[in-house]
């Protein structure tokens, strides 16, 4: 799947200060089945298809340095009672998703981005619950929302890929 690689690194890191934003002007949201997550929650949960899709397009070194960007910019914007935990879990939680990426996208992007969004989406939901609310209350709705943007991603890109096939041999 061809995408526009500037497009998605610019978007990839246009989520973070969209999602500390979100958690600091609009609280707790629903998730789904009755449980509620962070305001970003959607948001951290696209920033991680976005991660995977602008390694596609442009490789490791600009997707590293976006890391490095986002965790910044996670620390400079949130608000303070936000900002460790936002940078903390962004680092740790990206750097986690690409360690697991990389070594999976030879079997395709779709199983690369599913198992490595998995391990980011938990890994970054354990790390900001903890140290911006000190429990895991939300954890639930962390995984849900956050789950809820990679099917939806995974599913447009597959749909994508099938019109894409089809135009090619039409």
Not at 9 to 17: F, S
Not at 128 to 137: H, I, R, S, T
């Amino acid at each position: 799947m061809k995408i526009a690689g500037p497009a998605a690194l610019t978007a990839y890191i246009a989520t973070i200060p969209a999602a500390n934003l979100a958690v600091t002007h609009f609280g707790a949201v629903p998730a789904g089945f009755g449980q509620a997550a962070p305001a970003g929650v959607y948001l951290v949960g696209l920033a991680l298809v976005l991660r995977d899709l602008a390694r596609e397009a442009l490789g490791r070194g600009p997707v590293l340095a976006a890391i490095i960007v986002g965790t910044v910019l996670s620390f400079w914007l949130a608000d303070p009672e936000f900002a460790l935990a936002s940078a903390a879990a962004f680092a740790v939680a990206e750097t986690l998703d690409f360690a697991v990426y990389e070594p999976l996208r030879q079997r395709g992007l779709l199983t690369a981005m599913l198992a490595s969004n998995a391990v980011g989406l938990l890994a970054d939901s354990l790390i900001f619950l903890k140290l911006a609310f000190g429990n895991f209350d939300y954890l639930p709705g962390q995984i849900l929302g956050k789950t809820w943007m990679t099917l939806a991603a995974v599913a447009v890109i597959t749909l994508i890929q099938k019109l894409q096939a089809r135009t090619a041999v039409a």
